[in-house]
């Protein structure tokens, strides 16, 4: 078993930035992937970007794909996402999760966390 925890999300303004963190704990050993996907109301989960184990591949929605980064720290078994220049269309909860393969699709990965709210106004 895996536990994600995420955290980061708030409310900023179009043109901001913030920084999402997903805490892992549990088989954290077992070399998952890891996935940031965002649900917003009314609106199927959709992939915002995903990282291998080793951080040596990553992969990216189109529309975020210029503006936000995603990273991993496995020292601190921790999976980060920088939002850069933000937009109100960005607005959603934010939720990690993890899989055996850089996925891009919900079906795919088999441990979620909560979510983060993050509210962009404009």
């Known amino acids: 078993q895996v536990q994600l925890v995420e955290s980061g999300g708030g409310l900023v303004q179009a043109g901001g930035s913030l920084r999402l963190r997903c805490a892992a704990s549990g088989r954290t050993s077992s070399g998952y992937a890891m996935g940031w996907f965002r649900q917003a109301p009314g609106k199927e989960r959709e992939f915002v970007a995903a990282i291998t184990w080793s951080g040596g591949r990553t992969r990216y929605q189109d529309s975020v794909k210029a503006r936000f980064t995603i990273s991993r720290d496995n020292t601190k078994n921790t999976v980060y996402l920088q939002m850069n220049s933000l937009k109100p269309e960005d607005t959603a909860v934010y939720f990690c999760?993890?899989?055996?393969?850089?996925?891009?699709?919900?079906?795919?990965?088999?441990?979620w966390g909560q979510g983060t709210q993050v509210t962009v106004s404009s």
């Open positions: 999760a993890a899989s055996i393969s850089i996925a891009t699709i919900p079906e795919d990965y088999f441990y």
